[in-house]
């Protein structure tokens, strides 16, 4: 079994920071990729970032330049740092991750439970 524990959300006044982490954890053999999805309230669940194992990125373009994604694999954590953050970025910000619990290298896909991340003056 594989668990994911988000972690770093809160309350931030526009244009401020905050780090999300996400820390994988259970039977795992590979982490693929890892992701940060997030959805407001009344909204769909929407990507944010992506960073592949290869250590390529992708963004949505209401993040670019604000945000990046990063990973250690030595950790089995993915991060997301989110810098000059505007009101409409509130969400509960999800983690997701394709990981391989054995070693015939099949991927299933995992969720964290969601932290919420509020920008508000």
């Known amino acids: 079994q594989v668990q994911l524990v988000e972690s770093g959300g809160g309350l931030v006044q526009p244009g401020g920071s905050l780090r999300l982490s996400c820390a994988a954890s259970g039977s795992i053999f590979r982490i693929y990729a890892m992701a940060w999805y997030r959805q407001a309230p009344g909204k769909q669940r929407d990507l944010v970032a992506v960073?592949?194992?290869?250590?390529?990125?992708t963004y949505a373009d209401s993040v670019k330049g604000r945000f990046t994604i990063s990973r250690d694999n030595t950790k089995n954590t993915a991060y997301l740092q989110m810098n000059s953050l505007k009101p409409e970025d509130t969400a509960l910000y999800y983690c997701y991750a394709d990981i391989a619990s054995g070693s015939d290298y099949t991927g299933t896909n995992y969720w964290g439970q969601g932290t919420q991340v509020t920008v508000s003056s």
């Open positions: 960073i592949r194992s290869g250590g390529s990125t």
